[in-house]
C-alpha cells in the first residue's frame, strides 16, 4: 500500500479519518475557548496556559491506569463512547457561573480517557491496514491532525468573536458528538485484540512488559526524549520573537507536513531504518542556529528544516510495532503517546525555566543540544543492536513476526508468579 487511494480505499480508514478530524478540531477549538474563559475570569496567564495544555500532562494518569483497557474493548464501542463522554463533559464546563475549579475538575477527568483513545484509535489503525500500509496511515492521519490544529485554531479565533466562550466550547461539544456518530455509523463491530478485564494492575503490569524488552525500551526514549526536548524550543517562540510566533509555529506546520508526505509516501521500506537517526538530528540541529539570534526570515527557514525531522516519529511507531505482540499494541501505542506528551510538558517546563534565567535563544540552544547528544547515545543501540537481533530472529535472516510475542511470553513467566498457569486473563497480555 503506497499510494493514498489504495489507503481510503481501505475498510475503516475513512471513518477513522473523519473521527480523528473532528476531535482534533474539536480538541483545538476547546482548548482555545477554555483559555480565553479562564484567563477571563481569573486574569492568570499559568492557570490560562493549564487550561489549554494540562489535559495533555494528564495523560499519564490515563496512561498508568486504563491503557490495559485499549487492547480488551471493541473498538467501535470504545471510539463511540470515549467522544460521546467528552462531548458530555465539554458541554459541561459551558454552564453559566460554574467555578474554575469545577472547570478545571471535569477537564483533569477528561484528560485520562484521551490516552485510552489513543491507544484504541491506535491499535485498530494497525489492525485495519496491511503491514506495509501503516506507515502511511499513520503519515496521512498525522497530516489530518496538523491541519485540523491549523484550521481550528483560526476556526476558533473566529468563533470567539461571533459566540462567547461558552458558546464556542458548544461548539467544541457538537464536534465531539460529530466524531462519536462517525465512529458509531463508519467502523464494523469486531471483538478486542486481547482478552481478560482491564484493570490498573493490568495496565501496570503490561506497561511494565512493555518496558521490559531493550529494544522496545531504546524505540520509546528515542519517541519521546529527542522530540520533547525540542518542542521545548518551539515553547520559546513567543519570547523568543513575540511579532513573529505565528510565522515561527505555522512553519513548524509545514515542516511537519512536509515530513510526514516525504516518508509516508516516498520513502521504500530499505531505507526507512536507516533514515531514524539522520531525522532526529535534522529536527534538533537547525534551532542550534536560532541561539544566534538570526533575522527573523532564515529562522522561519530553519524551523521549516527542523520540522521535517518530526517524521523520525513515523519510522520509530512502525519499529514499535514490529517489536509488540498483537495483543498489546494498542497499549504500546498508548504509552508511547502518553509519554510523548507527558516528555514534552516537562522540557516545555525546563525549557522556560532555563530561559527565565539566560534567554530564550540561549534556552533553545541549550534543548537542541541536548537533543542531538540523546539521540547520538541512542543511535547504535538503534541501529546495530536491532538489525542482528532481527536476523537472529529467523533462520533465513528475515524477523519473524512471532519473535517479540514468544520473547514476551518468556518475560511474562519469569516476572509473573505461577507462571503459565494463571488462566486466560494472566495470558491476555501477552498474545
Known amino acids: 500500500m503506497r499510494i493514498y487511494r489504495e489507503l481510503f480505499r481501505a475498510?475503516?480508514?475513512?471513518p477513522l479519518f473523519l473521527g480523528t478530524s473532528a476531535q482534533t478540531a474539536a480538541q483545538t477549538v476547546g482548548?482555545?475557548?477554555?483559555?480565553?474563559?479562564?484567563?477571563?475570569?481569573?486574569?492568570?496567564?499559568?492557570?490560562?496556559?493549564?487550561?489549554?495544555?494540562?489535559?495533555?500532562?494528564?495523560?499519564?494518569?490515563?496512561?498508568?491506569?486504563?491503557?490495559?483497557?485499549?487492547?480488551?474493548?471493541?473498538?467501535?464501542?470504545?471510539?463511540?463512547?470515549?467522544?460521546?463522554?467528552?462531548a458530555l463533559g465539554t458541554a459541561v464546563m459551558a454552564v453559566p457561573a460554574l467555578p474554575v475549579w469545577a472547570v478545571f475538575a471535569v477537564l483533569f477527568g477528561l484528560g485520562p480517557l484521551a490516552a485510552l483513545g489513543g491507544g484504541v484509535r491506535g491499535g485498530l489503525l494497525h489492525e485495519t491496514l496491511t503491514a506495509d500500509g501503516y506507515l502511511l496511515g499513520r503519515s496521512v492521519l498525522n497530516m489530518c491532525v496538523g491541519t485540523m490544529q491549523i484550521c481550528g485554531f483560526a476556526a476558533g479565533a473566529a468563533l470567539l468573536?461571533?459566540?462567547?466562550?461558552?458558546?464556542?466550547?458548544?461548539?467544541?461539544?457538537?464536534?465531539?458528538?460529530?466524531?462519536?456518530?462517525?465512529a458509531r455509523a463508519g467502523l464494523s463491530r469486531r471483538a478486542p485484540r486481547a482478552s481478560g478485564r482491564p484493570s490498573v494492575a493490568e495496565t501496570w503490569r503490561n506497561n511494565a512488559l512493555l518496558w521490559s524488552s531493550a529494544q522496545r525500551r531504546r524505540v520509546y526514549l528515542a519517541l519521546w526524549v529527542p522530540n520533547g526536548l525540542v518542542v521545548g524550543c518551539d515553547a520559546l517562540f513567543v519570547p523568543y520573537a513575540p511579532r513573529h510566533a505565528g510565522?515561527?509555529?505555522?512553519?513548524?506546520a509545514l515542516g511537519m507536513l512536509t515530513g510526514d508526505v516525504l516518508v509516508g509516501r516516498f520513502v521504500p521500506a530499505r531505507l526507512r531504518r536507516r533514515l531514524g537517526a539522520p531525522l532526529r538530528l535534522l529536527l534538533a540541529c537547525?534551532?542550534?542556529?536560532?541561539?544566534?539570534?538570526p533575522p527573523v526570515p532564515l529562522a522561519a527557514a530553519a524551523v521549516v528544516l527542523a520540522s521535517v525531522g518530526f517524521a523520525a516519529g513515523l519510522l520509530l511507531q512502525e519499529r514499535l510495532m514490529e517489536l509488540t505482540p498483537d495483543g498489546l499494541r494498542g497499549q504500546a501505542l498508548g504509552l508511547h503517546t502518553s509519554g510523548m506528551l507527558t516528555a514534552q510538558g516537562l522540557a516545555a517546563a525546563l525549557a522556560g525555566a532555563l530561559a527565565q534565567f539566560t534567554s530564550p535563544a540561549a534556552a533553545m540552544g541549550a534543548m537542541a543540544a541536548a537533543s542531538v547528544v540523546v539521540t547520538l547515545l541512542l543511535a547504535p543501540g538503534l541501529v546495530g543492536r536491532e538489525a542482528e537481533?532481527?536476523?537472529?530472529?529467523?533462520?533465513?535472516?528475515?524477523?519473524?513476526?512471532?519473535?517479540?510475542?514468544?520473547?514476551?511470553r518468556r518475560e511474562a513467566?519469569?516476572?509473573?508468579?505461577?507462571?503459565?498457569?494463571?488462566?486466560?486473563?494472566?495470558?491476555?497480555?501477552?498474545?
Open 389 to 408: 537481533a532481527d536476523a537472529a530472529d529467523a533462520p533465513d535472516g528475515r524477523p519473524s513476526a512471532a519473535a517479540p510475542e514468544a520473547a514476551d
Open 31 to 86: 482548548g482555545l475557548a477554555l483559555g480565553t474563559l479562564v484567563h477571563s475570569a481569573t486574569g492568570s496567564p499559568l492557570l490560562s496556559a493549564l487550561a489549554m495544555f494540562g489535559p495533555s500532562l494528564a495523560q499519564v494518569i490515563g496512561a498508568t491506569t486504563l491503557l490495559s483497557a485499549a487492547d480488551r474493548l471493541p473498538p467501535r464501542a470504545a471510539l463511540t463512547v470515549l467522544p460521546a463522554v467528552t
Open 161 to 182: 468573536t461571533v459566540l462567547s466562550p461558552r458558546g464556542t466550547l458548544l461548539m467544541a461539544a457538537a464536534l465531539y458528538a460529530a466524531a462519536a456518530a462517525v
Open 11 to 14: 475498510p475503516e480508514f475513512t
Open 247 to 252: 510565522l515561527l509555529y505555522a512553519a513548524g
Open 413 to 431: 513467566r519469569r516476572t509473573r508468579p505461577g507462571g503459565t498457569g494463571r488462566g486466560e486473563r494472566g495470558r491476555g497480555g501477552t498474545r
Open 286 to 293: 537547525p534551532y542550534l542556529l536560532l541561539a544566534l539570534h
